[in-house]
Nanobody
Framework: QVQLVESGGDSVETGGSLRLSCLAS????????MGWFRQAPGKEREAVAT????????YYADSVKGRFTISADIAKNTVYLQMTGLKPEDTAMYYC?????????????????????WGQGTQVTVSS
């Protein structure tokens, strides 16, 4: 079984930075695709960034391109989301997800994580 534990959420001002971490455990083959999703109150969950770490392929939502960076430390079983230039619209609960999928699906912008594993979430609040 795969378990995911997020950390790093906080309250920051506009323009601030945060780094989220997702510590994963369980079989590697069940979590070769990992990513960060977010959900704000009253809004649907959306994919923020995904990574297929074995080949270093990534995906970013248009709203975060150039501001957020996803990375993975395979040895530490950890995926990070470095967030810079934070805006109030980035305020949301951020969730880490993992699944076993093809790299093209993982980083093609269509992976929803619906059939994968999820963490409990970490709150990011950006004040104006």
């Amino acid at each position: 079984q795969v378990q995911l534990v997020e950390s790093g959420g906080d309250s920051v001002e506009t323009g601030g930075s945060l780094r989220l971490s997702c510590l994963a455990s369980g079989p590697h083959y069940k979590r070769d695709c990992m990513g960060w999703f977010r959900q704000a109150p009253g809004k649907e969950r959306e994919a923020v960034a995904t990574i297929y770490a074995a080949i270093g392929r990534t995906y970013y939502a248009d709203s975060v391109k150039g501001r957020f960076t996803i990375s993975a430390d395979i040895a530490k079983n950890t995926v990070y989301l470095q967030m810079t230039g934070l805006k109030p619209e980035d305020t949301a609960m951020y969730y880490c997800a993992a699944d076993s999928t093809a790299a093209s699906y993982c980083t093609g912008g269509d992976w929803t994580g619906d059939h994968g594993y999820w963490g409990q979430g970490t709150q990011v609040t950006v004040s104006s």
